[in-house]
């Protein structure tokens, strides 16, 4: 329950594309049709709405200076001139989810995997994997800015050895991606800014992960975040709120070995939980909290 579902070779009714024994698929821009476009657009003006004062300026910022608009899906041959540039990391295309070491090494080689459809009109709402809106829209933009394209690409290097390692350490480290890179808050200017993918790819939960007075708002702490367990279908109970990208980059610079050893030892928690040694930002009421399953 607590693992992404993996997808693999997904077949879908978008037409033909060319699919190479490594995954990786050349995006089929000219096969999109109006109602893709149309989604895209809806979906971005939706978005930018929302997150204009929610979202971190790094990744408003980042949307612009990649040039994403509302008006089409974007190329990912002209999206990646920009990122090239700016900190090595391209993008390519691929069916959907990515087997764990697969997906590892690209991140370890700063290529970022997009899936290269988008949802139906009638899932505009809410899809249960990840798309391209989700991809392009939440993931990328940050893969602009130096200090989290080091990170994204620290944290491949780092699945390539917690796969070697073993099924426990892989756990530890898939939620430090999950409370990160899917659903993290940043300090900015005294107040928290979502940077999290999940959450700015959703417009509920954008609303929810800083308006709500239900989930935990909880200070980033390595271990605490590695032993916290999650749920991939509601809101989610507890955020982790960094200070600053820089703090990314200097928790996660140690051999993570000893310390997978060492939150082993410590146990998992609930998703919901606060520890008596957390830096709690807000205490969540739990209001609305699904009660089924042990997270
Ligand atoms: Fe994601």
């Keep these: ?34 109602d893709d476009h149309a989604t ?10 929302v997150l204009v004062g929610r979202a971190c300026r790094e990744f408003l910022d980042a949307q612009d200076a990649m040039g994403m608009t509302p008006g089409a899906i974007p ?6 001139t920009v990122l090239e ?16 070491l697969d997906f590892f090494d690209h991140l370890a080689n700063r290529r970022f995997p997009v899936t290269w459809w988008i949802r139906r009109p009638d899932q505009v709402d809410y899809i249960e994997e990840p798309d391209l809106f989700h991809d392009l829209f939440g993931h990328v933009p940050l893969l602009m800015n130096p200090l989290f394209a080091d990170y994204m690409a620290a944290y491949g290097r780092g699945g390539v050895k917690a796969h070697a390692i073993g099924p426990d350490a892989l756990a530890q480290l898939t939620r430090l991606y999950w409370y990160t ?16 993918s999940g959450i700015v790819s959703s417009k509920t939960e954008s609303i929810h992960a800083l308006d709500s007075a239900a989930p935990n708002r909880i200070g980033f702490d390595l271990q605490r975040i590695m032993r916290t367990r999650y749920r991939i279908d509601t809101f989610q109970k507890t955020y ?21 050893a060492r939150v082993d030892a410590l146990g998992t928690v609930p998703a919901g939980a606060v520890l008596d040694d957390d830096h709690v930002d807000q205490r969540g009421s739990g209001e609305g909290w699904a009660s089924d399953g042990d997270v």
């Design 1 to 34: 329950m607590n693992q992404p579902r993996r997808v693999e070779n997904l077949h879908t009714d978008k037409g033909r594309v060319p699919v190479y024994a490594t995954g990786i698929v050349e995006q089929p821009w000219d096969d999109y049709s109006a």
């Design 181 to 196: 890179v899917e659903f993290g808050l940043i300090r900015q200017d005294g107040a928290l800014r979502i940077y999290g």
């Design 85 to 100: 540039a700016a900190t090595g990391w391209t993008l390519m295309g691929v069916e959907g989810l990515l087997p764990e």
């Design 240 to 260: 982790f709120v960094i200070d600053s990208f820089a703090q990314l980059i200097d928790a996660t610079a140690p051999d993570f070995t000893p310390i997978y």
């Design 40 to 49: 895209w657009a809806t979906l971005y003006a939706r978005q930018r709405e």
């Design 75 to 80: 190329k990912f041959s002209e999206l990646n």
